[in-house]
């Protein structure tokens, strides 16, 4: 068996791949025996098709978004024979697909899928999810429920901290509890993100030392409301430094549960769908994931 599939969303950001994807094919067809294209039509065609073929491809790859690379990863994870995933960043962020170094020029990352290079890696558990990127409660919800999808196909991932700048005028803390074997915590937070990956809104932020191979999160809260505490995170980051303030917190671990009073709704790699409670586990190198420059 030498056969690969392409399931692609028509509706992702980046129409140029949707329109050529007979050149890809093309490409893909000097490697592969076969190479099938799936088009999704609406939301849960694309986890229907790979559950479908799952047995039959030696390679699934993703063309689109980071919600069509969601859609994929949550059929595939729970599989007990999954093929290999790839990545044909067609989106607006396209998250994943930057944390594994893959070329944001689609038709350069069917190059780099060619190349065949194959890393195990970290994906993240959540009562009935899987998730990528990164779990988050708080003011990251609020952000991302309240882009404007006009201003996200304008400027982007810049969107995310135009819509932080409006989400906090109204925005009230709510109460946090978390355990885990390495840590616990309790008390007032504006915000608590879980990081798997290294990007949010395609931007490298919050965690200055992530690895998706370590079986670890990356676990970040921030107490109280602020556009300043916010850009000190980011600042961290930026300075390959560990946040350092009492208003903000920052721990790694494999494992935890989390509350909240008043529950709180859940964002899972831009999904949401859930509320609190939730317990997580970092499925460490659980999933075979083609890469790019990596690690990025």
């Not at 599939?5 to 025996?33: C, F, M, Q, T």
């Not at 959540?126 to 990528?132: E, G, K, Q, R, S």
């Not at 990956?197 to 919050?206: E, H, K, L």
Request: a negative charge; hydrophobic letters at 40%; glycine letters at 8%.
């Amino acid at each position: 068996m030498n056969k690969a599939a392409i399931i692609v969303n028509p509706n992702a950001g980046n129409k140029k791949l949707v329109e050529n994807i007979h050149e890809v094919v093309k490409r893909l067809e000097e490697k592969y025996s076969k190479v099938i294209v799936y088009e999704t039509k609406e939301v849960g065609d694309g986890g229907e098709f790979l559950t479908k073929i799952a047995g039959e491809v030696d390679l699934v790859i993703g063309a689109g978004g980071d919600g069509t690379v969601y859609e994929l990863v949550n059929a595939l994870c729970p599989l007990k024979k999954r093929p290999l995933f790839a990545i044909l960043p067609g989106g607006t962020c396209n998250d994943f697909s930057r944390a594994i170094g893959m070329d944001q020029d689609p038709f350069k990352a069917v190059e780099q899928i060619l190349e065949h290079k194959v890393e195990q890696l970290d994906v993240g558990h959540c009562n009935a999810d899987y998730f990528l990127n990164f779990w988050g409660v708080g003011l990251i919800t609020q952000v991302s429920t309240n882009i404007d999808s006009q201003v996200k196909d304008r400027f982007g991932r810049l969107s995310y901290y135009l819509s932080a700048a409006q989400t906090l005028k109204d925005y009230e803390s709510f109460n946090l509890e978390i355990e885990s074997p390495d840590f616990t915590y309790q008390g007032d937070a504006a915000m608590l993100i879980v990081g798997n990956g290294p990007f949010t809104g395609g931007v490298r932020a919050f965690f200055p030392d992530t690895d998706i191979q370590d079986g670890k999160f990356d676990i970040l809260i921030v107490k109280e409301p602020s556009l300043r505490l916010i850009w000190d995170a980011l600042q961290s980051k930026l300075l390959k430094q560990i946040p350092s303030s009492e208003e903000i917190h920052y721990y790694k671990t494999g494992r935890l549960k989390v509350k909240a009073s008043p529950g709180q709704l859940i964002d899972c790699d831009g999904e949401r769908h859930a509320h609190t409670p939730a317990e997580m586990v970092n499925l460490e190198k659980y999933l075979s994931v083609i890469v790019g420059n990596f690690p990025s």
